[in-house]
């Protein structure tokens, strides 16, 4: 622990705690917790950045900002899982949360419904807040042990994982990215006009045959995407055409609307980023990191008090 916060746990907590305190400062259980936090928040954040059109998103959440801060993320969770740099990844990770926590507070001042943290999952950014607030203090709190550096097997392996996962999101949002289709929409003079709609229980389909018939513009929904099973519940609305082509889009999860002849159709939003394939770059990261601090074994497992440093002052 650093000096400050040793300090204050010293002076109001039971010994016994403390020394519970000391134990999980010294261990591997906050890197690994943090780690895995955040490879599986970049995760979700490529899935969404892959499968959203910009012009729905802030400048901090578009493509071009996404792609440079998710592969920071992936690589500094991976750096914690596989227990690289201890100290330096620590002084990162500091930084990195201090960012997160001031994005989340202005999202929550700013009346958001939700933070775009996790990606589509529907996280409140007070909640948002107080995960990053966590984080901190476990930073905060983390003594991180002396630590060989890693081999050239281990780096090479490393390596992989980290330029894989790289590639693969940055191929993901420009399969997507970096204009977006939407704007093709908001540009057809067709679709600029507004359509009322009253549906007790209104599914993908329903609302898109309406727009069709009723704007003149050959719609689809591709087969893929299941429209018979696209709800959108009671919708009873005026609005522009676009906007309720968007709205179904938004329900679809991760789909776009293409040219297709003299209308659109909406398909899979990527031909490369799926939502699996955004979970196994997650899986990937916290299976390398495991499996190379196992691997080390006590170079990187041992408690700070059998490090070269020796141990934690009283």
């Not at 392996?157 to 399969?175: E, K, M, N, P, R």
């Not at 704007?183 to 067709?190: G, K, N, T, V």
């Not at 196992?294 to 070269?308: D, M």
């Amino acid at each position: 622990m650093s000096t400050s916060v040793q300090s204050v746990v010293k002076g109001f907590l039971p010994e016994a705690l403390q020394a519970q305190i000391s134990r999980l400062a010294s261990s591997a259980a906050i890197p690994l917790v943090i780690g895995a936090l955040l490879s599986v928040s970049a995760a979700s954040k490529a899935y969404a950045a892959a499968t959203q059109d910009p012009t729905w998103l802030p400048w901090f959440h578009s493509h071009w900002v996404m792609a440079v801060w998710i592969p920071i993320e992936l690589a500094l969770g991976l750096a914690l899982l596989a227990g690289l740099w201890p100290q330096t990844v620590r002084n990162v990770a500091l930084l990195v949360f201090v960012v997160l926590f001031e994005a989340a507070l202005y999202e929550w001042v700013d009346g958001a419904r939700h933070c775009a943290c996790f990606g589509k999952v529907a996280l409140p950014p007070w909640a948002a807040v107080l995960i990053d607030v966590f984080c901190l203090g476990l930073l905060a709190l983390w003594r991180p042990a002396a630590s060989a550096p890693p081999g050239r097997l281990g780096s090479g392996v490393l390596a992989a994982v980290a330029v894989g996962s790289w590639v693969y999101v940055w191929s993901s949002i420009w399969d997507y990215a970096p204009k977006g289709p939407i704007a093709l929409l908001r540009h057809d003079l067709f679709l600029v006009r507004s359509v009322k709609i009253d549906l007790p229980k209104a599914s993908a389909a329903d609302v898109v045959k309406i727009v069709s018939e009723r704007r003149f513009v050959p719609l689809a929904i591709d087969e893929r995407l299941a429209p018979e099973t696209i709800w959108l519940g009671t919708v009873r609305t005026k609005a522009t055409a676009f906007a309720l082509l968007e709205l179904v889009a938004e329900k679809a999860g991760g789909a776009r609307w293409i040219r297709d002849g003299d209308g659109y159709r909406l398909v899979p939003a990527g031909r490369v980023g799926s939502a699996m394939g955004f979970a196994v770059v997650a899986f990937l990261h916290l299976a390398t990191g495991l499996a190379y601090r196992v691997v080390q074994g006590e170079n990187y497992l041992r408690p700070v008090s059998q490090s070269p440093r020796g141990p934690m002052p009283p």
